[in-house]
């Protein structure tokens, strides 16, 4: 593999769910470039698309007139992707995540998307101010993060 | 390719879906649509092929949680088979392979019909 080349990427796009997909691809292929493997890069894919549905969904109810933010960063030690909106923030304090057995059991659909983000990401933080964000990050020398080398 | 095309096949007096692309909330009506037009033709034993399925998320998931009560009270099933890592693994991680059959291959899901 070539040394790790690091550094940034940021595009804005509208709130429309037709350009998830391309956002999580782009946020795929930085994985690869960062250094995971395949199924880490799956992970990073399926967390970006839940975090940018989620803003579009409930940051701006649904509006697709609205703009979203995203920033993908290769660092020496991590691959770290920021979800920025201007619409209703969502406070880490306020996060319940579900209980996956009883979820089950009740069988009621939705409500997973922030359990999967962190259960894919190494870290997920969520700021807000005058813009908020969803902050995520995965770590290139975790344990479990197969196939992600320092060079 | 399209963003998702889903075809069904009878096969073993199950109906095996065929969906092509991904499953996002930009899809997953037409995903639900499916689904929900095999429901009304009262097939209750589902098998989703997903060997082109790049992958499903949690909108996704919530079509089959919000299916799968109404398929085992008519006697059916939903089984899934041809998962890629990504497909399984969100499965995997949320505990849906409890809920769900997971077979390596169609063949397999199909044998275990009979």
Known sequence: ?151 | MAELTIHAVEKESAKVLYPNGYINAHTVQDFEKSIQSILEEKAYKIVINCNELEYINSSGLGVLMGVVEEITENEGFLWLSNMNETVFNIFDTLGFTHLFNVYQTEEEALEAIK
């Open chain 1, 1 to 151: 593999m070539n040394d790790l080349h690091t550094g940034k990427v940021e595009i804005t796009f509208p709130s429309h769910t037709q350009f998830v997909h391309m956002i999580t691809m782009l946020a795929s292929n930085a994985a690869t470039v960062a250094g995971f493997d395949e199924k880490q890069a799956g992970k990073v894919a399926i967390a970006t698309d839940e975090a940018v549905t989620n803003v579009i969904r409930h940051a701006y109810g649904g509006r697709s007139d609205r703009l979203i933010s995203f920033t993908v960063e290769i660092t020496p030690e991590s691959l770290i992707l920021k979800v920025a909106h201007t619409g209703q923030g969502l406070k880490k304090s306020d996060i319940k995540l579900p209980v996956m057995k009883e979820y089950l059991q009740k069988k009621k659909p939705g409500g997973l998307g922030l359990f999967i983000i962190n259960k894919f990401m190494d870290e997920v933080d969520y700021l807000d101010g005058e813009e908020n964000c969803c902050l995520m990050t995965k770590y290139r020398n975790k344990a479990g993060n197969q196939g992600a080398k320092a060079d």
